[in-house]
């Protein structure tokens, strides 16, 4: 009994260490530009810039930070971490990386816009 409970445990441990720790704290969602058109008709979220150098915004953008330094601008972000949180940038490599770092910091309802503002922009 001992020697299947052993096993069992140890193989959870090598599927955690398999998976990754990202999969069992939670990871941001890819948002397409259209929801995001369609999500700005209710805005109910909080809508972050984080592309360097500062771009021209999107229409209810709520705070510009530099993607790099999202740690350090806690006083930005909202202070409940199940806020649901956009993230965007310039063509969408910078706001992968803030919505990996808002994650790691805690925050529950994260999510990527996908192309960034240029395929925002692109829609009708």
């Known amino acids: 009994m001992l020697k299947r409970s052993l096993i ?46 500062e771009q021209a915004h999107i229409t209810g953008t709520d705070a510009f930070i530099d993607y790099r330094k999202i740690r350090q601008n806690t006083d930005k972000l909202p202070t409940n971490k199940d806020t649901k949180i956009v993230v965007y940038c310039r063509s969408g490599s910078m706001s992968r990386s803030a919505a990996k770092d808002l994650i790691d910091m805690g925050y529950t309802s994260v999510y990527d816009l996908k192309g960034g503002i240029k395929m925002f922009n692109k829609l009708p």
Do not use: R, W
């Not at 398999?18 to 941001?28: E, K, S």
């Open 8 to 53: 069992y445990v140890s193989g959870l441990i090598i599927a955690f260490l398999l998976i990754g720790f990202h999969a069992f704290a939670g990871d941001y969602k890819a948002l397409q530009p259209e929801e995001l058109k369609t999500m700005l008709n209710e805005k109910d979220f909080f809508l972050l810039d984080v592309h360097i150098p």
